[in-house]
């Protein structure tokens, strides 16, 4: 059974950093493709940003370009988001994926931006 969960959400100020973890089990995490999105309230799925199975491969979309950074551990079945320089409008629950569209993802954790 393919298990993915995140952890590392909490409540920050703006401007401060957090990072996300998400750990993986149940399908052969080095050989796939990992992605983080995130959906805030009341709106869709953002697909945050993407690394390939080797770490070779990353893509990040113009929210997180600049400000996240994702890597990830196939020795520990791990996938991170490092955040920083959080905005009020980051405020998002965020999920590990093993798709692009979030179908199999965990069950998230929540960020809160907030002074």
């Known amino acids: 059974e393919v298990q993915l969960v995140e952890s590392g959400g909490g409540l920050v100020q703006p401007g401060e950093s957090l990072r996300l973890s998400c750990s993986a089990s149940?399908?052969?995490?080095?050989?796939?493709?990992m992605n983080w999105l995130r959906q805030a309230p009341g709106k869709e799925f953002e697909r945050l940003s993407y690394i390939g199975s080797d770490g070779g491969s990353i893509y990040y979309n113009d929210t997180a370009k600049g400000r996240f950074t994702i890597s990830r551990d196939n020795a520990k079945n791990m996938l991170y988001l490092q955040l920083t320089a959080l905005k009020p409008e980051d405020t998002a629950m965020y999920y590990c994926?093993?798709?692009?569209?979030?179908?199999?993802r965990g069950q998230g954790t929540q960020v809160t931006v907030s002074s």
């Open positions: 994926s093993r798709d692009r569209y979030g179908m199999i």
């Open positions: 149940g399908f052969t995490f080095s050989i796939y493709g």
